[in-house]
């Protein structure tokens, strides 16, 4: 029979080799598969941005222009003459009638230089626009049209800030409907340099200034046409002629005919206007001094437009008629001003 003893020395004789054995198999484990170390944490503190270094370039100069030889008249004794002034420029001293010919053809070559040291005509002065500050108009319209008399209400909002302009203008009237005409671009020192039209009487009908490939495209199918010179569009016109006029008033004196290209959403149109005589109108909002602009119609279905334009209102239109042959008309009238 096995005593308590006997097995008990007999399990501490087989523990030993067990954890011997889990010893060296953990030694093992440790020198053939180490532990990997931490990865370090990665901080940017700015954005980078690579920009690849530039090639070399060796640049080649350009060649210099050569210089046009200049000739030179032989040197003249020339008697002394008294200075000249603005009125009477310097002219070449007439030969005695023995002088020799060298000298007579020293004298020819002196006389262009004299005629270019004369004052010269002044070149014309540059145009730098007069723009209105931005401002919201509002107007009472009355009209007739097949002897039926209406009245509706129109508004134009004028915006900008000093780089680009929107110009809006709405009229409507009960039963009538509305026509929204919008204009928007570019301010120039020349004035106003359109780029998009768009009249709305049921659907958008738009007018765009290419100024990049000098054309104007139209929604309506109509093929690109050129984009004329100082061209604008039938709402910044308005603007436009109160910018030219108020900016160089003594270059538009009564009678005379002011002519720009407007541009419809069906192709361009050239509007030429007439300044006539300054008049103080009774309107809605009150008495203003105007100048009237007049236009006579070009085709038998156009009206004839009358314009006043107001310095205080920043010479926008304080008034605007159309008339026709038959009697219609329609009378725009200022009635109240506003922030835009």
Do not use: C
């Amino acid at each position: 029979m096995v005593s308590a003893d006997d097995t008990a020395a007999r399990r501490r004789r087989l523990l030993l080799p067990g954890l011997l054995a889990l010893l060296i198999h953990l030694l093992v484990l440790l020198i053939v598969n180490p532990r990997p170390a931490p990865e370090a944490q990665t901080i940017i503190l700015r954005p980078l941005i690579y920009d690849a270094p530039p090639e070399p370039v060796t640049a080649t100069p350009a060649p210099r222009p050569r210089a046009t030889p200049t000739r030179r008249p032989r040197p003249v004794a020339v008697p002394e003459q008294p200075a000249a002034t603005p009125e009477t420029p310097m002219a070449p001293p007439a030969p005695p009638p023995d002088e020799p010919a060298p000298a007579q053809e020293a004298a020819a070559a002196l006389a262009p230089l004299a005629a270019a040291s004369a004052p010269a005509t002044p070149p014309p002065l540059e145009v730098q626009a007069f723009i209105p500050g931005s401002l919201r108009l509002k107007y009472a319209l009355r009209g007739e049209l097949s002897s039926l008399s209406y009245q509706a209400s129109g508004e134009l909002l004028w915006a900008h800030d000093g780089q680009n302009y929107e110009a809006r203008m709405e009229v409507g009237a009960f039963l009538l409907g509305s026509r929204v005409q919008h204009s928007r671009g570019r301010i120039t020192p020349a004035g106003l340099q359109p780029q998009r039209f768009v009249d709305r009487v049921r659907q958008d009908r738009v007018a765009e200034f290419d100024q990049t490939q000098g054309q104007i495209r139209f929604s309506e199918g109509a093929p690109p046409v050129a984009l004329p010179q100082d061209a604008q569009d039938q709402l910044s016109v308005f603007v436009q002629l109160g910018s030219l006029i108020s900016t160089t008033p003594q270059r538009y004196p009564r009678g005379t005919a002011i002519t720009l290209p407007a541009v419809g959403v069906y192709g361009p149109e050239s509007w030429s206007v007439v300044v006539e005589d300054e008049e103080t109108l009774s309107l809605p909002g009150g008495e203003l001094r105007a100048l009237k602009l007049s236009r006579a119609p070009t085709r038998a279905d156009e009206p004839r437009a009358e314009i006043w334009l107001a310095p205080a209102l920043g010479w926008l239109p304080a008034r605007i008629r159309l008339s026709q042959e038959n009697g219609d008309f329609i009378d725009q009238q200022w009635r109240g001003s506003g922030p835009p």
